[in-house]
């Protein structure tokens, strides 16, 4: 009976292929209180977390998505910076702002939304 040697297999890259997310992710890695990506499928997948909430994700669509006040995506989306995102139910989310373009802001709408979810 011959036996196989086991070969370690990569753990899939919880960010996906999006290196734009990768570096909003590399930016949070010395920042204790947020969680990385855990990878995997469904809502949140690809979050970073603090205290357990998400405050920036990558949407099944490959669209950036964090968490701010309603009135700041409320602006956001008036100035046409984004759009409100719907997580597929039809529904939007009226303190989410889905990121249209310009991934030169991710980093700083990133930053913002982990002060608003951490109460700072």
Do not use: C
């Not at 992710?25 to 947020?34: E, I, L, M, P």
């Not at 855990?38 to 490959?62: E, P, Q, T």
């Amino acid at each position: 009976m011959k036996t196989r040697k086991k070969t370690a297999r990569k753990k899939p890259s919880p960010v996906g292929l999006n290196p734009a997310y990768a570096r909003v992710v590399k930016a949070f890695a010395r920042d204790k209180a947020v969680t990385p990506p855990k990878g995997g499928s469904g809502f949140g997948a690809s979050a970073l977390k603090v205290g357990g909430r998400i405050f920036a994700m990558m949407s099944s669509k490959g669209k950036f998505v964090v968490k701010l006040p309603k009135e700041r995506v409320d602006a956001l989306v008036t100035a046409r910076k984004g759009a409100y995102f719907d997580s597929g139910h039809g529904r939007l989310m009226k303190e989410w702002l889905e990121v249209k373009s310009g991934q030169a802001q991710w980093l700083s709408l990133a930053r913002e939304a982990r002060d608003f979810i951490a109460g700072r």
